[in-house]
């Protein structure tokens, strides 16, 4: 298994351009998650979804959006790139275990630099 | 609403010396707790997680962590630190009643000198 892959690894935008950050993971899980990790701030939770066809907004949503039409599938687009979005993005996974929890899988993440 | 505090944004130790990193958090319901480790330019990966029962629990690379209710603690510890173990510690506490989703800490880098 490859587990959860992000793509690209690294991207420079422009203020103002769109893009779309994918990821896809191969565990079969329900639950995805989009995460930004700024310097010193741990991590914040862009989006998430329980399934396909299901998200919903996380702590920080403003200026993303995400859709989940596949299981597999999870892409987070940026709208109007703003510099505040200058960030190292992580897609994670998880499904439940025998003990009710949740572990969470986490992709290698994305550098973003918007300038 | 959960939080996480992680006490000490970086901590030094060297080569052979015990590693204490310190989480306490805060939550409405009996919690679900994680150590994640994130090497340098990698994702996370899980360490190890409380979720009920034993209040000592042992994870990968010789971590353990121990549960303290009384003082809402969850702190990691390792008895002799390698140089392998610098790296940056996340601690985590699941959603009550959606344990689906978890809030970070801040993070602590721990390094490790020779």
């Known amino acids: 298994n490859a587990g959860v892959t992000q793509t690209p690894k690294f991207r420079i935008l422009k203020i103002g351009q769109s893009m779309t950050l994918q990821c896809t993971q191969d565990m079969n899980h329900n639950y995805m998650y989009w995460y930004r990790q700024d310097p010193g701030m741990g991590l914040k939770l862009i989006y998430y979804s329980v399934g396909a066809g299901i998200t919903d907004k996380g702590e920080v949503p403003n200026g993303y959006n995400v859709s989940r039409s596949t299981t597999e599938d999870f892409p987070l687009r940026l709208e109007l790139a703003a510099p505040s979005q200058t960030s190292v993005y992580f897609c994670?996974?998880?499904?439940?275990?025998?003990?009710?929890?949740?572990?969470?899988?986490f992709g290698p993440g994305t550098r973003l630099t918007v300038t | 609403a959960q939080s996480v505090t992680q006490l000490g944004s970086h901590v030094s130790v060297s080569e052979g010396a015990l590693v204490l990193l310190r989480c306490n958090y805060s939550?409405?319901?009996?919690?679900?707790l994680f150590w994640y480790v994130q090497y340098p330019n990698q994702g996370l990966q899980l360490l190890l997680k409380?979720?009920?029962?034993?209040?000592l629990v042992k994870g990968i690379n010789g971590f353990e962590a121990e549960f303290k209710k009384s003082e809402t603690s969850f702190h990691l510890t390792k008895p002799s630190a390698h140089m392998s173990d610098a790296a940056e510690y996340f601690c985590a506490v699941s959603h009550g009643g959606s344990n689906y989703k978890l809030t970070f800490g801040k993070g602590t880098l721990l390094t490790v000198n020779p």
């Open positions: 994670a996974s998880s499904q439940t275990d025998a003990g009710g929890t949740y572990e969470q899988y």
């Open positions: 939550s409405s319901v009996p919690p679900y």
């Open positions: 409380y979720t009920t029962g034993a209040t």
